[in-house]
């Protein structure tokens, strides 16, 4: 069965930096690009980043750059997320989610995701 | 604001068809692959349509996609309650170079 399972999140006052963990099963992990998605309180679905199959090549929202880094260790079958200087609009549900083809094309279908970390970031 | 623009909601009765509408721009529905999401808050979201028309497998045929131009429509057939959720369209932007979705389309069996 496919699982993936996230791990990490919690509170944490603006500025501050958390670091999030997403565990794979179930499929060959390093086979396939992979994403974290959030969704904010009474908001819609926002991607975060992406990270090729590899690791080599990573793509980000504006509203992230050079805050956020997305990272993964195919070895241990985990995709991360670290999270610096974090705002109270980061506070949201994080997905950890799969790309439904390998390959690193953005416009694949996201066909595998976890249930969410939540992380709330407030004083 | 979204970079896909989706209805708010939608409803019908139960049975009845809806079509949800997702329009966007030559940078990203016009050139690239759509993707359509049930969700509901809280939960795993859920693919039901990839590369425009594809259905994953375990998907019933009551959802399809189709996309047009810079538009792309999802289709849901013999509307059943349990369909009551979050629908989202998401393709790839490539003048932001990333992944955009819809702001959401809420779809109620009435």
């Known amino acids: 069965e496919v699982q993936l399972l996230e791990s990490g999140g919690g509170l944490v006052p603006p500025g501050g930096s958390l670091r999030l963990s997403c565990a794979v099963s179930g499929f060959t992990f390093s086979n396939y690009a992979m994403n974290w998605v959030r969704q904010a309180p009474g908001k819609g679905l926002e991607w975060v980043s992406a990270i090729s199959d590899s690791g080599r090549r990573t793509y980000d929202a504006d509203y992230v750059k050079g805050r956020f880094t997305i990272s993964r260790d195919n070895s241990k079958n985990t995709l991360y997320l670290q999270m610096n200087s974090l705002r109270a609009e980061d506070t949201a549900l994080y997905y950890c989610?799969?790309?439904?083809?390998?390959?690193?094309?953005?416009?694949?279908?996201?066909?595998?995701w976890g249930q969410g970390t939540m992380v709330t970031v407030s004083s | 604001q979204s970079v896909l623009t989706q209805p708010p909601s939608v409803s019908a009765a139960p049975g009845q068809k809806v079509t949800i509408s997702c329009s966007g721009s030559?940078?990203?529905?016009?050139?690239?692959?759509v993707s359509w999401y049930l969700h509901l808050p809280g939960t795993a979201p859920k693919l039901l349509v990839y590369d425009n028309n594809k259905r994953p497998s375990g998907i019933p045929d009551r959802f399809s996609g189709s996309k047009s131009d810079t538009s792309a429509t999802l289709g849901i057939t013999g509307l059943q309650t349990g369909d009551e959720a979050d629908y989202y369209c998401?393709?790839?932007?490539?003048?932001?170079?990333?992944?955009?979705f819809g702001g959401g389309t809420k779809v109620t069996v009435l």
């Open positions: 989610a799969k790309f439904i083809k390998g390959g690193v094309y953005l416009g694949n279908g996201i066909d595998v």
């Open positions: 998401g393709t790839f932007d490539s003048s932001l170079n990333a992944v955009v």
């Open positions: 030559s940078s990203n529905i016009g050139n690239n692959y």
